[in-house]
């Protein structure tokens, strides 16, 4: 379980490096680069310094607890979803690759690069 405290003393006031962020709530670098791609605010959540990621702990944790989405913003994905399903897409049948057209289109290549 993760801890929410939000009162987390730093010298910064509530901003700390990723690093740190990283060791105290266990997630992984790569869910924080998702989501300062996808949803987080600069300079609400995050803000970078030359080549140092700084986040704000407060708002990251607020953030988190109400399941990755800020409370008074409306989730637009859902508006997404519902006419997606709404049409469903129609997928055409796909035949394998056989054998032979691997090693037809490997000597066509290789013929090319001898030429």
């Known amino acids: 379980m993760i801890d929410t405290d939000t009162s987390l003393p730093t010298p910064l006031g509530d901003w700390i490096d990723k690093g740190y962020f990283l060791e105290l709530t266990g997630f992984t670098s790569g869910q924080i680069r998702g989501w300062i791609q996808r949803t987080w ?5 995050f803000q970078t310094f030359g080549r ?6 407060k708002e990251a ?9 800020d409370p008074m913003e409306r989730d637009s994905r859902s508006d997404f979803n519902t006419k997606a399903s709404s049409t469903p897409k129609i997928l055409k049948p796909t035949r394998p690759t056989t054998s032979v057209q691997l090693h037809q289109r490997y ?4 013929k090319c690069l001898t030429d």
Do not use: C
């Open 52 to 57: 140092t990621t700084a986040i704000n702990y």
């Open 107 to 110: 000597s066509a290549k290789r």
């Open 41 to 45: 605010v600069r300079g609400v959540h």
């Open 61 to 69: 944790m607020a953030w988190i607890s109400h399941g990755g989405s």
